[in-house]
Every structure is written in structure tokens, then in C-alpha cells.
């Protein structure tokens, strides 16, 4: 609707009467009773306090509204709220203030439109009886003020209950309260906004009513108000109770199961039996060392009748030079740069810093801390690569909250985060520990980059707020750190803070990325995302990792070693009538595909021939790789990190059709079957008898001993022909490593 000339100085004549008068009047305005309950409260509506929260309740500054990039239908929003003095303007002041008629509030478009007294494209957003017309409108009248003096600050919210168990009754009313700095409070239980992270399993409604339906499981339940968050979990059992004496049986071989059980007891749920040992087997080499135990390992272990031999297994694996190089492969894939981009030599030297570190076991406070603060040339000291890729503190500010601290930052580089408590003051004040690096060298040329560069601590360099323009001085993300001094490095005092013992996000992060890739989910996931609106699903058991970890000195072989030795480890994949359901809470085993790496070095083992790889040296194996950008069909097919993404890389872990074509028509594995170097041409031409070869193919690809069914129908197979005895075994072998037992773990 446009107004004209005469219209537009009316409305301007009436806005400043109605500011002058307003001004003389204070106390006058008070809030409906539904809205401020305490009568300590300031009176008068605060546009912060008390409208804010309205435009974010019903989604007016939400990203598919006025709150993306370039507004809607001319009126912009900034991104729920996060720039209050943007959003004051653009209502009371721009296009002439043609949105507010003080003189006539109900005939504003500010009001007019969301009750549909007007053509709205967002529709009917409330009607002019409720609580949030009447408070825009009483705003309108009191002549819009920017604040109230003397209004105190929010500082929390409460939901209330904190946690259901859902037995009878299948909906429960949330009430949500915000504290406020002078000891006041009130009911915004109508003014928060909710989400569910689990909607089939429990879903919320605008008013804050959760209601669960016939899913069992757990799930946590958002509510937000003016930036701040409370988190209401909802637990739905099974109907049918399991006696205590069941879960008093279980096995506990540490606080993991213990923690595990108590956690299955209030869902009623049955944990499954142990895993057959040829599992475990498998799963310890595949975990620890990248591959699958050969045939003479697995037979050994099998044959084994000593007590105690699982973890003397786990204890040998760690031991094994091949662990520091699957485990620092999974890193590498974390902070390996594009060599095109970085130069060759560089990412070369960052790989072999990350290596060096696992083979010398370096505690991870001390693998983060060089990290952190190094300096120095690319060729010389590789974990300088880090600064050669990344090279902007707001680029540092992501990678190294996300990767260490499991708190993703990146929204809040432009508003205030949408799940989290973090605002842009936040990241550009963390972003300040990096404002004074310096560079000598060439930098990054690509795709060429071939010259070293130096990082080096300067005595310049600030960030500033990027609205403010306001310089920020360096500032933790939660917490204290300790104060740093004029000519200090100030990622010292970074890295200080970040691996303190007492900073449990540090700790928890790396626990839950260890468990993650041994017990195939993480307690939050993804691994790198933990905030309170993203809880874990078994948050004491998480507490405990983080714990455990800093009483072990960060030493991350005694963190696997612990996970390992639990019976919630040992568990079977197989579901009982109770866990089928179960993705989150490790009452059985969830399978997962192997690793690329871990496929391809165990297939060139069982065949006995090596893979060739350009830029290694001879039968490197392919968690060896210092770059994805040494070609490989295999590595590619089974979905190894774009070498073009930037890290942290995500690999994905599903399988797909390309995967089962690869393994069926792959002319390189056909030729590893059949090589006259081979595996296969060896066991052909020994004397062992079919029953033998068949045990020494099934321990190879299984590490298992075959069934009476499986013997019967491997001799029918193998006794076709003594004269294509060769072929029959290249056959039987590839039809062997074409089934999901040979490509998943379990």
C-alpha cells in the first residue's frame, strides 16, 4: 500500500507529537499480564526485550521471510534478530517510515498486514486479540523507543519439566521462564520458538506442546528466546518392562557398560549377545591397524584358548607400527590441504608431521598445542601448512573451533548462530587470537604454489567487529583464559585455554570422533557439532570419555584401548525383539563399510599383490597416501574425500551401486586374482587338499572357519575339475570378496 505526500507528512506531524508526548510519560505502558508476570519488571516495552522475540516467534526475520539476504517485498530483517539498531530502523525509519502510523497504530503495515487487514504474503501470522498485536501495538503508541533506560539484561531460560518419561500420558505443555539481571523473571513460554531434533519420535507445536507417538527412543526438544536456549528431552520406553535382575546380569567390564545399560534400562531395552570372537577379530584389526587379520592371524587367534586373549590382541595391535598409520590417515583427511593450492612439498611435509606424531604416540594436548602455535618455514616444519591453506582469522576461526572444540561457528561470522549462544562478537573475538601472523614468501600461487613461505608471530594485526568496526581484543569462546601480555603469541594463550583440563568440550570432542570410528556412531552426531540443542544420546557416558581421556594425559591409544575392553564393544549386530529399532544407544553392533583405504590394502593382501601408486615408493599401502590426488579407481569408488573440498572432509559412508559394480567388473581386482605372483596361483599349485582351501580362502576374507554348509558347497564347487583347479579357486575367491561380509565391518 503507498501512502501520498499528504498522507506521508500527516504520518510525519503524528509520529513526532506522539514521541513528544510519549517522552513526559514514563511508567505509563505497562505489558499485558500473559507477558511480564513479575511486578518488579520494568515497565514500558523495550524494543530488544519485548519485540525482537515476537518478529523471531513467528518467523518475520527467519531466513524464508524478511530475515534472508536481500529482504522480501523491500522490507529486510536481519537474520533473527541479530542486529537489533538494523532492524529498529528499517521498521521505524526506512522508506520514510511508511511502516508505523503513530497516530493510528492499528492502521500501520506493520500490524496491518500479519493480521491480513491487508494483502500479506506471509498470510495471517496473529489476529488483532493476541498478545503479540497488542503488544506491537501498545509499542507503536508509546512512540517506538529504541529502550528503556534501566531495562536489565536477559541471562538464561528455563524449560519446564526438564525431562519426561512418556509410560501413560503422550503429550506434555512446556513452560519456559527468562531470568533477568535484576533478579526478575516471566512466563515466554507464548514467545519462544521450538524445535525437535527427533520429530517422529517426539514432535513440539508452536505453544510448546510436545507430543510422542509409537517410536521408542529419546529426543530433545529446543526452546528458544532472544538467543538463548533450553533443552527438554523426551524419553519414550518400550511398553513391556524387562526385570532388574536382567540388566544386574549383564557383563561389565568398565563404567562404559555400566553407563550403556542404564541407559537400555529406561528404554526397556535388551542388549544382544556378544559377538562370535572371528567378529571381534576382525573388527580389532580393521579398528586399529587398517586391514583384516591374515589367514595365519586369524587362525592363530581362533586356536587360541588362553584367558584374557581379547585384549592381549588389543594390546599387540596397538604396539603394531601399522596402527600410527591408519590413525594418522583418519587425521590427515581433517587437515590435508589441496597440494595444487598449498604446493606439493608443503602438504608432503604436513603429512609427515601428522605421521610422526602416531608413531610417536604424542599426547593430543601436545599434538594440538604445535599445531596451534606453529611457526617456521613449510619445509621444514609441515604443521605450518595450516597457516599456508588458512590464511584469514576468520578461516582459522572455523576450522579450529570446529575441529577441536566441536563448535561450528560459521554462521555466527555474519548473524547470531540459529542453534547456538554464540553471536559475531563471539567469533571475531576468537578470530582476534590469529590477527597477527605473519607471512614471508610467495604465498599460494595455484596450481602451481611451489615455493616455501614462513609464519611468523607479528606485532600488528587486529579484528574488528564487522558492524561496530569496534577492534576486538582476543576472547575465549566460553570460559577464562589467562591474560596475554603485549609481545606474547597470542595463540600460546589460545592453545593454553583450548587444551586445559579444564575445558571439556576439548576432551569430549576427540572421545566422541575415537568412539564414532570404533563403535561406528558417534555420542553426538556429526562428531563436530556439540551444543546443548544437539545432545548426546548418552550424555553421562560422554562425560566420562572427556574424563577418562584428561586422567590418561590425552594419550589417545589408552582412550581406544578402554573403549575396546568394554562389552558394549563385544556386542553382536544381530537384534533381539526389543533393540531392533536401535541407531543410537549401542544395544548391538551397527555395521558399517569399510574404510577405502581399509578395502583396498586388505584386498592387495589377500591376492598378494601390491597396489602401485603414483608418487610412492613400491608396494605402498594406501593408508600411506600422503594426498588424494594420487589417482585411484578403487579409492574413488568407495567414496575416499574429494580432494577438492577443504577440510574437515566428511566421507561418505554409505554404500552405492557404483561400489557393488566396481567389486563385480573391476579389471584391476580381476588381475590381482589371477597374477601368476599371486595368492591364488600359489594356493593352486600346493598340495593342501579343497577342505584346506577353503579354510585358508574363508580366513582370509572372513577370518572365520567355514560352516558344514558352506564346506559341503565349496568341495561340490572345487572337485568340478583337478585340471582347472586355478580357475575354480580365482572364482571362488572373487565371488568371496563380492558379499557384504567381506565389505562391511560387523
Known sequence: MELNKSQLRLNFIARFLVIVIASSVTGVFDLPTSHAESPEQNSGIDFDRDIQPILTRYGCNSGACHGKQRGQNGFQLSLLGFDSDFDYDALVNDSRGRRITPARPDESLFLAKPA????????????????????????????????????????????????????????????????????????????????SNESPIAAVDEHGVVTVGNLTGEAAIMARYSGHFAVFTASIPLPEPIAESEY?????????????????????????????????????????????????????????????????????????????????????????????????????????????AFRRNQPYDEFVTELITAQGGTFRNGSVTLFRDRRSPDELTTIVSQLFLGVRLECAKCHHHPFEVYGQEDFYSFAAYFARLGRKGKGVSPPISGSEEFIYVSDKGEVKHPLTNEVLPPKPLYGN?????????????????????????????????????????????????????????????????????????????????????????????????????????????????????????????????????????????????????????????????????????ERIPDSTVIQTLHMMNSENLSKKISADIGFVKQLSESEKSPEELIDQLYLSAYSRYPDSGEKLQGLEYLNQSSENRRKLIEDYLWALLNTPEFVYKD
Open 116 to 195: 491480513a487487514k491487508l494483502p500479506h504474503g506471509g498470510g495471517l501470522i496473529f489476529s488483532a486479540d493476541d498478545a503479540a498485536y497488542q503488544i506491537l501495538k501498545e509499542w507503536i503508541a508509546s512512540g517506538m523507543p529504541r529502550s528503556i533506560p534501566g531495562t536489565p539484561d536477559l541471562l538464561r531460560v528455563e524449560v519446564n519439566p526438564i525431562q519426561t518419561r512418556f509410560l501413560e500420558n503422550r503429550s506434555e505443555s512446556l513452560q519456559v521462564t527468562a531470568f533477568y539481571s535484576d533478579g526478575s523473571k516471566r512466563d515466554v513460554t507464548d514467545f519462544a520458538t521450538y524445535q
Open 248 to 356: 544386574s546380569s549383564l557383563p561389565i567390564n568398565n563404567e562404559i557398560d555400566r553407563l550403556i545399560w542404564g541407559k537400555l534400562k529406561t528404554l526397556n531395552v535388551r542388549p544382544s549377545e556378544a559377538a562370535e570372537e572371528h567378529k571381534f577379530l576382525r573388527r580389532a584389526y580393521i579398528d586399529i591397524v587398517g586391514r583384516l587379520p591374515t589367514a595365519e592371524e586369524a587362525s592363530r587367534y581362533l586356536n587360541d584358548t588362553a584367558p584374557g586373549k581379547e585384549n592381549a590382541l588389543v594390546d599387540h595391535l596397538l604396539a603394531d607400527p601399522e596402527y600410527a598409520e591408519h590413525w594418522a590417515n583418519k587425521w590427515a583427511d581433517l587437515l590435508r590441504p589441496n597440494p595444487y593450492r598449498v604446493g606439493i612439498k608443503a602438504t608432503m611435509s604436513f603429512d609427515t608431521w601428522i605421521r610422526d
Open 481 to 649: 583464559a589467562e591474560a596475554i601480555e603485549e609481545d606474547q603469541d597470542r595463540r600460546v594463550a589460545l592453545a593454553a585455554w583450548m587444551t586445559s583440563s579444564e575445558n571439556r568440550k576439548f576432551a569430549q570432542t576427540m572421545a566422541n570422533r575415537v568412539w564414532a570410528d570404533l563403535m561406528g556412531n558417534g555420542l553426538v552426531e556429526p562428531v563436530d557439532d556439540l551444543r546443548a540443542t544437539n545432545p548426546a544420546s548418552n550424555p553421562e557416558l560422554l562425560d566420562h570419555l572427556g574424563e577418562y581421556f584428561v586422567e590418561h594425559n590425552f594419550d589417545l591409544k589408552e582412550l581406544i584401548r578402554y573403549i575396546m575392553s568394554s562389552h558394549v564393544y563385544r556386542l553382536s549386530s544381530q537384534p533381539n525383539p526389543t533393540n531392533a529399532f536401535d541407531t543410537r544407544y549401542y544395544s548391538r553392533r551397527y555395521r558399517t563399510r569399510l574404510r577405502a583405504e581399509v578395502m583396498l590394502d586388505s584386498v592387495c593382501q589377500i591376492t598378494g599383490v601390491p597396489e602401485s601408486y603414483s608418487a610412492m615408493a613400491p608396494e605402498s599401502r594406501a593408508k600411506e597416501l600422503w594426498t588424494h590426488r594420487i589417482s585411484s579407481l578403487f579409492l574413488d569408488a568407495f567414496a575416499r574425500p574429494d580432494p577438492n573440498q577443504d577440510p574437515p572432509c
